[in-house]
């Protein structure tokens, strides 16, 4: 399966933004879908994942409040929508799938989208 992510951009803090991820290449409700992030000299992280239709979603305790990942099954496409944005929100994105669960090695990766949050 293939991930095109889009969206990010330079953002105020306390900003928001909204980001996509569009998939192709597989039978997308089949797939768990989800976010990671790597900020400048850190670790990728997990950030959140949803399932198949929805009904189980998992965030990072970092983002709990102000992250709410959602997914458009008919438009093949997850979304990231990232509220009260901080400093430290700032990283590359990436969009990210697997069959199973996303949280720790998820077998596809998108290419990445860049997130600058200005304080």
């Known amino acids: 399966v293939q991930l095109q992510a889009s969206g990010g951009g330079l953002v105020q803090a306390g900003g928001s933004l909204r980001l996509s991820c569009a998939a192709s290449?597989?039978?997308?409700?089949?797939?768990?879908m989800g976010w990671f992030r790597q900020a400048p000299g850190k670790e990728r992280e997990f950030v959140g994942g949803?399932?198949?239709?929805?009904?189980?979603?998992d965030y990072a305790d970092s983002v709990k409040g102000r992250f709410t990942i959602s997914r458009d099954n008919p438009k093949n496409t997850v979304y990231l929508q990232m509220n009260s944005l901080k400093p430290e929100d700032t990283a590359v994105y990436y969009c990210?799938?697997?069959?199973?669960?996303?949280?720790?090695?998820?077998?596809?990766w998108g290419q990445g989208t860049l997130v600058t949050v200005s304080s």
């Open positions: 949803i399932g198949w239709f929805g009904f189980r979603i």
């Open positions: 290449g597989g039978t997308f409700s089949s797939y768990y």
């Open positions: 990210v799938a697997d069959r199973k669960d996303v949280s720790r090695s998820p077998q596809y």
